[in-house]
């Protein structure tokens, strides 16, 4: 039975008569490749759209359509697709080649700039972010000599076994408001991994009191993202933030910012705008551009404990001259302080925008902003928490949003009603300009009766 109202379900005929090739190539790579996808959060029902450039602001998808693009590779891509500085860099750069197997020289400077940019003591380079937030685990086990950490219901930190846990559970498998469900994130997580893994609320310090009172002397970190990304974008309350290092203070527990996402959305990252330090912050993403680049940044007593027969840390790509004259030229040239408040502004002004249109069609809504990107959760309730995101964001109306921008030539958030969207240094006035307009023809759309499930499903 067809549920969908009419307009809803004509922009759904609309979105699938744009992409015929995408599904033909879906049918093509589904054979070889599960879901057609190399990421599981590609996946997309019926088939997810595949592209073939990216220039500036812009995509173009196999079917030959553009699009505005405000996913920008998950976040990545703050300096924009293909920035010409980095182009020239890697014109100069592989013929001296890519990878030496030793230590690269100019890694020093890479180093200083982000020791001094993020307000930390040492670092150590990897490519992902899942790296980083692995080795920081490890890192904050040997230091302290414990086992458990702390993560929270929600939180995303990439796809290893420790923290693929409570990641996006249904309500029903969320649990308890206080104490959520340590529930895996899907089969091949074994329950043995999760041993010492203990999941707490966020923004809710007594949730985390309650397990640290608990176990005590067995946990070596808490790990959060301090804007929870993975959730649309739910910033910490400064408290609760504040709370957090008075607790890892109280119980010498190691502080881990992962900042794989916020380290691309303020100049400083997240650190700067709480003005609370933690003992280790993880960055990637947008450091380098659109290059693989993580770092692990920490305190130097912390940090020194890494190293042959101490705490292992190792890599075959880490480092390699690409990803680091990447991340110094993206550092100092791309998202300097003023190409990153211009991106904010920009942001500031989208945002204004479809909070007003929004208004003027008397469509619930919530927008949250940090930095360079945002979210719109459609609901007029607060949302603190993966238990009031699920309670509350209504996802039908993010699709038929999602579907009806793509259709009109932009990709409004990372592809996902628990993502965001996020502004470049190469978006211009006329993107935003375009944007709202557009915005402007779906926004009634959304008034209409919608199923709150995923409208492709309702189709
Ligand atoms: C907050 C956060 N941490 C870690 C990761 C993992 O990064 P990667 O996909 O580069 O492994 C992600 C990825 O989206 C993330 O959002």
Known sequence: ????????????????????????????????????????YRAWEPYPIYFVRGRGSRLWDVDGNEYIDYNLAFGVLVAGHSHPKLIDMVRDRIVDSTILGFEYDNIYRLAEIIIERFNVDMVRFQSTGLESTLHAIRIARGYT????????????????????????????????????????????????????????QFNDLESVENLLSLYNDEVAAIILEPVAMNMGLVPASREFMKGLRRLCDEYGVVLIFDEVKTSGKLYGGAEEYYGVKPDIKTMAKAIAGGYPLSVIAGKKEIMEEVGPGKIPHAGTFNSNPLSVEAGII??????????????????????????????????????????????????????????????????????????????????????????????????????????????????????????????????
């Open 1 to 40: 039975m067809n549920v969908l109202p009419q307009r809803v379900k004509t922009e759904v005929e609309n979105f699938l008569g744009r992409t015929p090739r995408s599904k033909e190539v879906f049918q093509k790579t589904i054979k070889y490749i599960p879901y057609g996808v190399n990421s599981n």
């Open 330 to 459: 993206t550092l100092t040239e791309i998202l300097t302080r003023e190409g990153i408040d211009r991106t904010i502004k920009y942001n500031m002004e989208l945002s204004k925008a479809i909070d007003d249109i929004l208004s003027d069609e008397g469509i619930p809504h919530n927008i949250k902003l940090f930095g360079n990107s945002g979210t719109i959760f459609f609901t007029d309730r607060e949302v603190v928490n993966w238990h009031d995101f699920l309670r509350y964001n209504h996802i039908g109306m993010w699709w038929a949003y999602f579907i009806g921008m793509m259709n009109r030539g932009v990709v409004p958030t990372a592809p996902g009603y628990d993502e965001q969207w996020t502004v470049s240094v190469q978006h211009t006035e006329e993107d935003i300009e375009y944007t709202i307009d557009k915005f402007k023809d779906v926004a009634p759309i959304l008034r209409e009766d919608i199923p709150r499930m995923k409208i492709i499903e309702a189709f």
């Open 145 to 200: 000599g414990r086992n458990k950490i702390i993560k929270f219901l929600g939180h995303y930190h990439g796809s290893h076994d420790y923290v693929l846990v409570a990641t996006k559970p249904n309500l029903y498998a969320a649990g308890h408001y206080r104490y959520p469900s340590k529930k895996p994130s899907g089969p091949g997580i074994p329950y043995t991994a999760l041993d010492d893994t203990l999941v707490a």
